[in-house]
């Protein structure tokens, strides 16, 4: 599917660009969504750092492990360039505002 394609090339710029912090970036696929997870160098306390839709590529906010929060961040055209662009490290960029 699309979004998966870009789910991963999306967890790997985003890996890339934050490089030596301490984490790693890695894509769990599912059903609807691609959970993209931040994983700690230890490999304790992963956390979700967003969702990726997998027909349109549209990135979410996570609001739990299992599920995103409502709206759409960043569309599916935007992800590889504006999400990258903007991201932190920490996925605040994805709060509206």
Do not use: C, H
Not at 2 to 31: C, H, L, W
Not at 69 to 83: N, Q, W
């Amino acid at each position: 599917m699309i979004g998966t394609e870009k789910s991963m090339e999306f967890a790997v710029r985003i890996d890339a660009k934050f490089a030596g912090q301490g984490y790693e970036y890695m894509v769990i696929p599912g059903r609807k969504y691609d959970k993209i997870v931040r994983v700690p160098d230890s490999g304790f306390g992963r956390s979700v750092y967003a969702f990726v839709d997998r027909e349109t590529g549209d990135l979410l906010k996570a609001d739990s492990w299992k599920k995103p929060a409502t709206g759409v961040r960043y569309t599916g055209e935007e992800l590889l360039t504006r999400a990258v662009d903007e991201a932190d490290p920490y996925g605040s960029f994805l709060y509206n505002r």
